[in-house]
């Protein structure tokens, strides 16, 4: 069984940081890429950052300059580092890892329970 475990949300004012960690659990073989996504209330889930086996990294227009995902794939663990946060980054922050393969040969593509974060103004 696959589980994806996240921390590191909170409370924090505009301007301030916080750091996101993502956890995968299992008999994982390999997982790629690995990502987060946010949804605040009322509005779709959106796509803020990916981050493949090799390091490559993708991001929102939004999140750039401010946001910086890392992964350390011998802990199967993905980061969302969070700085000059805005209350427009208030959501519910979601991790994702669309290809899970396990050593027994399944795939899974798996998403954490959630974490908030809130800005305040």
């Known amino acids: 069984q696959v589980q994806l475990v996240e921390s590191g949300g909170g409370l924090v004012q505009a301007g301030g940081s916080l750091r996101l960690s993502c956890a995968v659990s299992?008999?994982?073989?390999?997982?790629?890429?690995m990502g987060w996504y946010r949804q605040a209330p009322g509005k779709q889930r959106e796509l803020v950052a990916t981050?493949?086996?090799?390091?490559?990294?993708n991001y929102a227009d939004s999140v750039k300059g401010r946001f910086t995902i890392s992964r350390d794939n011998a802990k199967n663990t993905v980061y969302l580092q969070m700085n000059s946060l805005k209350p427009e980054d208030t959501a519910v922050y979601y991790c994702?890892?669309?290809?899970?393969?396990?050593?027994?040969?399944?795939?899974?593509?798996?998403w954490g329970q959630g974490t908030q974060v809130t800005v305040s103004s």
């Open positions: 994702n890892a669309p290809r899970v393969l396990t050593w027994g040969g399944y795939e899974y593509d798996c």
């Open positions: 299992g008999s994982i073989s390999r997982i790629n890429p």
């Open positions: 981050i493949s086996s090799d390091g490559s990294t």
